[in-house]
């Protein structure tokens, strides 16, 4: 016990008289996680962002005027079965006039003429996919020749193929490139700051040689430097999370002008903060405390 | 633990063929004052490597007190060397420690309470004469103020035995005359006192048993020696 205590006194202790060589290790850290939490903050965005857009894409197969309630449940029922099916909603005339009219004041007045011309909108059912990238094969479904008389078109001709095709292809290369250049990011940011913590240590081999001449057992002489290490991380991600909250609303108006809205992205941002600070820290102190535990174990041989 | 020093027909080879000691065989007894002389490179620094365990003798036995050193494993060595003493040439002070914090350092890795060190520190320091000086650092030191230093941190635990590698090798005659005065002292204790020296001088006017190095091995023992060479 007294020597836990021990060893934190001392990692602490070393932490401040070794001010020039800690500051240069933290602020090594800080760059890495400020690095690191921005791609995983982007990446988390970008994935959230195209899996909302991925949800949007949805199947509206267009029904004629001329089909019959029971074959349209008919179909409904058919489409359901399908393992990538989630639901199936049928959309009647009037819901669909009623659904136009309450979308906007000006819609209200295209809705109120459609009603007076005898509702030339027609019926349809939505059928929300579990992955857009299959959607085609549920268009096949509607496409049987039994459904012929009853269905019109679908959303999934033509031009939309194209996009909904595009949009599926994009978000899926999008995932897999953050994913490379997170990982090659954290892979190029953990080698530095390992190097960074081993020639700190380095510089002090002759302060272990010593400390084992006069008796002290590795752990004693090795604990010290691991809760330096852990305190690079946490100082290192205290600063790392006030620059990227700094960053974060830096580029809030700049975002906004791109591809989201602005309270979106906020909303994501708060809706993430715990797991980013955490994530931070718990990184922070992983990482240096794991790079002082290998760094020191070649200078502890006996 | 009878301090008996007892090494039996000791070798030391390093790898490239050098022979270091070879077939050293010595008895220090308790409370003895043991000089080791010998020029450079005849095993001096060897010989008090092996009984820190720092090195390994190729060949040979080392019983100190009751620990046989080719039965001890690795995780006891801290153990043994807490029981040692050992002073060396170049003080060995850990830089970014004070010099309380420094004889400190020896309690703190035995586990030894808090309010002992606190008590047990300030006195030794008065014994070597550095009562004023706890609070500073070693580079602000004198060469002889910071051996003595070493000497408190190797003296706070009460070792039966102080091993003192070329104490005053790095000092002026008269820095070093005060360090062998304070080694005589401790020796009066009780304490047994090895120490390996090349300064004429010293050992001349110590009078003590002398033990003569030369390429590895023991050339003279006298009870009261001199330095020949």
Known sequence: ?302 | MANVILLDRISVMYPNKTVALSGVSLHITPKEFVTIVGESGAGKSTLTKLLIKEELPTSGKIVVGSIDYDTIDKANIPHLRRRIGVVFQDFKLLPNLTVFENVAFALEVSGVKTSEIKRAVPKILQLVGLAEKSANYPAELSGGEAQRVAIARALVRNPKILIADEPTGNLDPKNAWDIIELLIKINRFGTTVVLATHNKEIVNTLKRRVITLSRGRIVKDDKVGKYVL
């Open chain 1, 1 to 302: 016990m007294i020597t836990l205590w021990r060893i934190f006194k001392t990692g602490f202790r070393n932490l401040f008289r070794n001010a020039w060589l800690s500051a240069a290790a933290t602020a090594i850290m800080v760059v890495t996680l400020v690095i690191v939490s921005f791609f995983a903050f982007s990446a988390l965005l970008l994935n959230s962002q195209l899996n909302a857009i991925k949800d949007k894409i949805n199947l509206t197969i267009f029904i004629t005027d001329e089909a019959k309630l029971d074959d349209i449940k008919n179909l409904q029922a058919k489409l359901l079965a399908d393992n990538n099916v989630l639901s199936v909603e049928y959309i009647s005339k009037n819901d669909a006039l009623n659904k136009l009219s309450n979308r906007s004041e000006k819609d209200k007045e295209i809705a109120k003429l459609a009603s007076e011309v005898g509702n030339p909108l027609q019926a349809s059912l939505e059928v929300k996919t579990k992955d857009p990238g299959k959607i085609n094969q549920v268009v096949r479904i509607a496409k049987q020749p039994d459904y012929s008389k009853i269905v019109a078109e679908t959303s999934y001709d033509e031009d939309r193929k194209k996009i909904v095709d595009r949009i599926v292809g994009f978000s899926g290369g999008v995932a897999k490139a953050g994913t490379v250049v997170s990982v090659a990011f954290l892979t190029i940011s953990l080698l530095i700051i390992f190097n960074t913590i081993r020639m700190a240590i380095f510089t002090r081999r002759e302060e272990i040689e010593i400390m084992q001449l006069v008796g002290a057992t590795n752990w004693f002489i090795r604990g010290p430097f691991i809760v330096e290490g852990a305190m690079y991380g946490v100082i290192g991600a205290t600063i790392a999370v006030l620059i990227s909250f700094g960053l974060m609303s830096l580029a809030k108006p700049f975002m906004s002008s791109f591809l989201f809205s602005t309270s979106e992205v906020t909303q994501f941002f708060n809706s993430k903060i715990v797991l980013i600070v955490a994530g931070e820290f718990l990184l922070g102190i992983i990482i240096g405390a794991t790079s002082s535990l290998l760094a020191i174990s070649r200078h502890l041989k006996l």
